[in-house]
């Protein structure tokens, strides 16, 4: 096991670059990816960083120079052949060859393409734009690469032994909530952390340990390069950016409208099983389920990523009775926010009401607060598509505070989605 104290002590970041291959990435990114790539491979989209907790001055803490050091790096990674193999003969999900042969010979060759960056008012502007396929495979390295750098900025003065006591301190508090969470029956959980890690090492720390510690409560990372080196499922499925790049693309009302349902229809030509997962927040879950076709009720479940996570349980509770099906065979997935309080609060509320599974994410991989005051506190960084094919995007979610998009586009979704007023909760990551 990697000494991760000594690693960071000696400096040695030369030879760890941030990014380490292509497949360093969300699980669920390389699926719609390869959706994206069969339906609208020639879409123009604009991703754009976006830090939420403006208090976090990334430009002042992270070096410019080291910053385009690594994205420079990112842009020289390419598919080893192992990296290939594994993604053309593996098992995912119970599927042989998920991925498809001229998709695979596509990210074979492929390389990310140029980003644009500037400082302003103490923060990054970072910016890709492109043919979607392309640029939508930058959103996880650009997060793991500001996260990262933060991370290496804050314990950059620290001496070897403030060092080892931090990690020491860190790794006790994972293997604690691990204690806490084997005590739960039939508990299911994943690792999310990808996203908003404190480091690469540290995540595949976490995940050796949840391993270890929950054994087959531990179903599996949305990591693909840890998955693969740890020989443990890869998991995901789909994310907003998929209805948010759609409804952006619609000409009317109307196909605004039906541009979520539409996402899912070319969803369900190609999934079967467990990846048939609805993500209904994007413009409001209760209407979204209200106006669902009826095919999609026959789905495997739902993840709840915003707002209150027990409302929007209980209202895709209530819309599999009302529909005629019987919730205790659906999977409701939890990947919000959560943390070991939460996940022991929602498993004892639904479990046997539905089948519960959990998406752990910031938290697991990147809670480190108190332990060098408050910075290293895990903070809320997003990169999104902000347009397609030069119209603006927009999220409303279940939590008004996650909402983007021009203020004229939000009051327009608000009125053709039917939302009505919403209660903010805190985004803290």
């Known amino acids: 096991m990697v000494d991760i104290a000594t690693r960071v002590h000696n400096h040695n970041w030369k030879i760890d670059p941030i990014v380490r291959s292509l497949i360093d990435t969300d699980f669920y990114k390389l ?6 790539f069969r339906n609208k491979p020639d879409t123009t989209v604009e991703f754009s960083l976006i830090n939420r907790t403006k208090a976090v001055r990334l430009a002042d803490l992270i070096d410019e120079g080291e910053l385009r050091e690594q994205l420079d790096h990112v842009r020289s990674l390419s598919l080893s052949r192992g990296e290939s193999t594994w993604l053309r003969g593996n098992t995912f999900y119970g599927k042989r060859q998920m991925f498809r042969p001229d998709f695979m010979e596509w990210f074979e060759n492929l390389r990310l393409p140029p980003y644009h960056l500037e400082k302003r008012d103490g923060q990054y502007e970072l910016t890709f734009e492109g043919k979607w396929p392309e640029v939508m495979l930058w959103e996880i390295p650009a997060l793991a690469v500001l996260m990262e750098l933060r991370s290496r900025a804050v314990l950059k003065g620290m001496g070897k032994f403030e060092l080892q006591v931090l ?8 293997w604690e909530k691990i204690e806490r969470l084997r005590e739960i029956d039939t508990l299911k959980l994943a690792d999310f952390g990808t ?6 090492l540290w995540q595949d720390w976490c995940v050796q340990a949840l391993q270890e510690g929950l054994g087959d409560k531990f179903i599996g990372t949305s990591n693909c390069r840890i998955a693969m080196k ?17 409804s ?6 109307e196909e605004l409208a039906q541009a979520p349902y539409q996402v899912l229809a070319d969803w369900h030509e190609e999934h079967d099983g467990n990846l048939r997962i609805i993500l209904p927040d994007t413009y409001g879950t209760e209407g979204f389920l209200r106006n669902a076709p009826d095919w999609l009720t026959t789905w495997t479940g739902i993840r709840i990523d915003s707002g209150d996570p027990v409302v929007g349980a209980e209202i895709a509770i209530r819309w599999w009775k009302d529909r005629g099906e019987d919730p205790t065979k659906k999977l409701v997935i939890f990947s ?21 599974s959990f998406g752990w994410g910031t938290m697991l991989t990147n809670d480190f607060r108190g332990l060098a005051g408050d910075r290293l506190n895990p903070f809320s960084l997003v990169c999104k598509a902000v347009s397609a094919n030069g119209r603006p995007t927009v999220k409303l979610s279940d939590n008004p505070s996650k909402a983007m998009g021009p203020a004229d586009e939000v009051t327009r ?5 039917g939302v009505g007023e919403q209660t903010a909760m805190e985004v803290t990551v």
Do not use: W
């Not at 996203?195 to 690469?200: E, I, V, Y």
């Not at 740890?230 to 759609?246: Q, S």
């Open 31 to 36: 699926l719609m990816c390869q959706s994206i």
């Open 167 to 174: 990690y020491a301190r860190a790794m006790t508090r994972v």
């Open 195 to 200: 996203r908003r890690r404190h480091g690469f």
């Open 230 to 246: 740890r020989d443990i499922e890869a998991i995901g499925t789909n994310a907003h950016e998929l209805p948010m790049v759609y």
């Open 248 to 253: 952006a693309l619609a000409d009317t009302d």
């Open 336 to 356: 919000d926010g959560l943390d070991v309080d939460k996940i022991e609060e929602l498993h004892k509320r639904f479990a046997g009401r539905v089948r519960v």
């Open 413 to 417: 979704y608000k009125r053709v989605f």
